[in-house]
């Protein structure tokens, strides 16, 4: 037992030493991830909550619309306008999700021209006018006259027998999100012009 200390004694300093070192090691690292950043090399734009993958976890509104064949158009458009963070917060929202066929009856051309780069404000503009705070099923929604969507713009209910229009858009199926809820709708609801 005697001779353990002086032993404790002399690898103090070594533990110490190595405790410096290691704590060098790890800022070096980070200035040099930083200065990656920094220096021009390019990072992938998909960051943020978005992107991580959970299979465990009840899917989000984005999750469900990515993972629905009937709305590659509006998923495009989604990442076109770089607002997949938005729609995996915890919400509630409402997201009415526009089918495939509903953006195909658009002007031809229209698609595409929104998807450029320089179109991006006009895109996401109409996008937000998809998406509404809350968590509402179609019969409660037969209850509303209009909806004040994420565009800060306002858009009409409207109930025809069974049926329930947003935007001018019948609802045709819902699905529930763990966030909230995607009503599919067959037709892109264009926010009212500006003038």
């Known amino acids: ?3 353990s200390v002086p032993t404790r004694k002399l690898l103090l300093p070594f533990l110490i030493l190595f405790l410096l070192m290691a704590c060098n090691t ?14 021009g090399i390019e990072t992938s734009k998909e960051q943020g909550q978005a992107f ?9 509104v984005l999750s469900i ?8 158009t509006l998923v ?14 915890a919400g509630p929202l409402m997201v009415f999700a526009p089918t495939n066929e509903a953006f195909d009856v658009l002007p031809e051309g229209t698609v595409e021209n929104l998807l450029k780069p320089e179109n991006k404000d006009a895109l996401a ?16 929604l ?12 306002n858009t009409n209910v409207e109930v025809k027998g069974d049926d329930v229009y947003v935007g001018g858009a019948k609802i045709l199926a819902s699905v529930s999100a763990g966030n909230g809820i995607v009503h599919v709708v067959d037709k892109v609801i264009l926010p009212p012009s500006k003038e």
């Open 1 to 3: 037992m005697k001779s």
């Open 26 to 39: 790890k800022k070096e690292n980070d200035s040099t991830n930083s200065n990656a950043v920094t220096d």
């Open 52 to 60: 991580i993958e959970n299979d465990e976890s009840t899917p989000t």
């Open 65 to 72: 619309a990515i993972n629905s064949p009937d709305h590659t």
């Open 76 to 89: 495009a458009a989604v990442q076109a306008a770089d607002l997949e963070n938005a729609l995996v917060n």
């Open 125 to 140: 503009n109409i996008l937000k006018h998809h998406v509404t705070p809350g968590k509402y099923d179609k019969e409660f």
């Open 142 to 153: 037969k209850k509303f006259k209009k909806l004040g969507q994420a565009n800060d713009q």
